[in-house]
Every structure is written in C-alpha cells, then in structure tokens.
C-alpha cells in the first residue's frame, strides 16, 4: 500500500540508515526497515527519486512510501 509519511529520522551508522517519521492520514510512527527482522535501510533503500533527481531522505520532507508489510519486533512493536 502506497502511503505519505512525513520523515522524522534518518540516522546513519555502519553506512545504513534507520528511517523512522509519522503517517500523515493518521499520525501512526513508521520505523522502515529492509527485511521483518528488522535490518536497517541501504543507502538505495533511503532514497526518494522526484523530477530534480534522487535523494537522500531526509528530516520534515514528506514522501509517498509503498509498504509492503507490517514487521515488528518485540522491542519496536
């Protein structure tokens, strides 16, 4: 399903992001990750593509993400 997010985070570590921000119909928080273990995003998986080019995303942009699955974990429901 095809959802607008308004990106909160975008943390690097070890050359991967943790992506997290708010959906905008109903201000639910949204961690985006690779995998349902929980992995975090590769730099391609942190992109946003628009008619300038692609993207890092970042902080207060909003952005049309399609997820896929709900994946939580015990510690990050």
């Not at 928080?29 to 975090?40: I, M």
């Not at 998986?45 to 974990?73: C, I, M, R």
Request: aromatic share 6%; net charge positive; glycine share 6%.
């Amino acid at each position: 399903m095809i959802k607008l997010v308004v990106i909160l985070a975008n943390s690097i570590k070890h050359n991967k992001h943790c992506v997290a921000g708010k959906l905008i119909e109903d201000g639910k928080w949204v961690r985006l990750v690779s995998n349902t273990d929980g992995a975090e995003l590769s730099d391609s998986h942190a992109t946003v593509t628009n008619e300038y080019g692609t993207f890092q995303v970042k902080p207060l942009q909003k952005v049309f993400l399609k997820l896929v699955q709900h994946a939580p974990l015990k510690h990050q429901p």
